[in-house]
């Protein structure tokens, strides 16, 4: 089984920062990539961020402003969003592409979400 779990997202007023942390645990052989997507009140969920071994992608809409990181050791994948706009207000979903055995199929794994409101 593999869990994925975010933190730190909370209220921030406009001009803002935070940072985002996503942990995967249990089974797992090799993580290929890892994401940042949101979700915004009747909207459909869109893609922030990815990273694989490649290369990183953003949204226009974050470019400039918002970092992907990556912690292969700790499983671990992190974003830095910097001038933060009410626009940005969203849950945000960390996503990994990953086998759990060498003999396993590569699967996307989510986490619960973690919302980020930007709010003065």
């Known amino acids: 089984q593999v869990q994925l779990v975010e933190s730190g997202g909370g209220l921030v007023q406009p001009g803002g920062s935070l940072r985002l942390s996503c942990a995967a645990s249990?089974?797992?052989?090799?993580?290929?990539?890892m994401a940042w997507y949101r979700q915004a009140p009747g909207k459909q969920r869109e893609l922030v961020a990815n990273?694989?071994?490649?290369?990183?992608k953003y949204a226009d809409s974050v470019k400039g402003r918002f970092t992907i990181s990556r912690d292969r050791d700790k499983n671990a994948v992190y974003l830095q969003m910097n001038s933060l706009k009410p626009e940005d207000t969203a849950v945000y979903f960390c996503?990994?592409?990953?086998?759990?055995?060498?003999?396993?199929?590569?699967?996307?794994?989510w986490g619960q979400g973690t919302q980020v409101t930007v709010s003065s």
């Open positions: 990273t694989n071994e490649d290369n990183t």
């Open positions: 249990g089974s797992i052989f090799n993580i290929y990539a």
């Open positions: 996503g990994a592409n990953l086998r759990r055995s060498r003999l396993d199929i590569r699967r996307d794994y």
